[in-house]
């Protein structure tokens, strides 16, 4: 089985919704997703992921499932630095305040921590995981321990319009690490496509692998410059760009 794990396109988040680049980006998307055998589309209740699904599924004449565990990852927490200013989305940490916690590292204990709890982080993630797990099981792949068993094995594609938290949590699920890892130390472009296969090394025994990660092959190909959303400025100095 495949699963193509696409963020939605350059966000307008004042009307959640995409920019007029972000458009760009969904048509070009749209090309690309049109030439792939899909057995089922699902996508995020969110507006943003899914004005970026609807040219894709308009071209193909296709319907998607809208899963309300699909939005991007829910929790505010009072980030260290910023405690008493206002609460942060889970992911979007200084390196020297997450990095300071070793226990932030581990598949088992990252969300055990006081700003972890405060927020409701690990009931929220396992929550998504339950879904998650339940949505792969129909498919044919049952969650057994540290992998899956292939109950039904097959070479079905699907195809998830969400966004970059959550995309972090369904991988570091997948790839049994802690979803901090992700979080800070990759970054999918709008309308990218992370791309992961199962791998049935042993009769009913299945993995699931990264091929692609973030891909924005779509984009190149056209002349279309990727969007800044996602990352902070790579230097200090930078001017223009985000920096908190």
Partial sequence: MRLLIIRHGDPDYSIDSLTEKG????????????????TEFYVSPLGRARDTASLTLQKMNRTAVE????????PAIKRPDKE?????????????????EPVYFLRDKWADTEIMR???????????????????ASHGYVREGEFYRAERPNKDTLVFFC???????????LMNVSPMILWHHSCAAPTSVTTVYTEERREGKASFRVTAFGDISHLYVAGEEPAFAARFCETFDSHGERHD
């Fill in 23 to 38: 458009w760009r980006e969904a048509k070009l998307l749209a090309e690309r997703i049109a030439k792939e055998d899909v």
């Fill in 67 to 74: 899963c309300d565990w699909l939005r991007e990852f829910p």
């Fill in 118 to 136: 405060e927020a409701g982080v690990g009931e929220t993630y396992d929550g998504i995981i339950r879904n998650f797990d339940a949505l792969l």
């Fill in 163 to 173: 966004h970059f938290g959550l995309e972090c949590v369904l991988l570091s699920h």
């Fill in 84 to 100: 008493g200013i206002r609460r942060t989305v889970t992911w979007d940490w200084l390196p020297e305040d997450w990095t300071a």
